[in-house]
């Protein structure tokens, strides 16, 4: 029977986070590099042009989903630093 500690439990799910993290903050570079430009101001533009840019529509569902997940990875890489999570018997 093998035997972990919660430190090396939580070191384990803190690699998978920042992985996470990476590919996420990698999606979001290549977007930003696509349209030159920040969500913000990408948002803007696509929300207020007077043309369908099918593309761009979809493009901005993505950043917008990859924004979203990186602020839910850094508060679950919070929570794993700071010691608060439990584990499961």
């Known amino acids: 029977m093998l035997t972990f500690t919660k430190t090396q439990i939580?070191?384990?799910v803190l690699?998978?986070?920042?992985?996470?993290?990476q590919l996420?903050?990698?999606k979001i570079s290549v977007l930003k590099k696509k349209y030159?430009?920040?969500?913000?101001?990408?948002?803007?533009?696509?929300?207020?042009?007077?043309?369908?840019?099918f593309e761009a529509w979809d493009d901005l569902i993505e950043w917008k989903a990859y924004n979203q997940f990186l602020a839910e990875i850094d508060s679950?890489?919070?929570?794993?630093?700071n010691g608060d999570f439990q584990m499961a018997g």
């Open 10 to 12: 939580s070191n384990w």
């Open 15 to 21: 690699l998978d986070y920042l992985s996470q993290k």
């Open 24 to 26: 996420f903050q990698e």
């Open 36 to 53: 030159n430009c920040s969500f913000e101001t990408f948002e803007n533009e696509v929300e207020n042009s007077l043309t369908e840019n």
């Open 76 to 81: 679950k890489i919070t929570d794993v630093r």
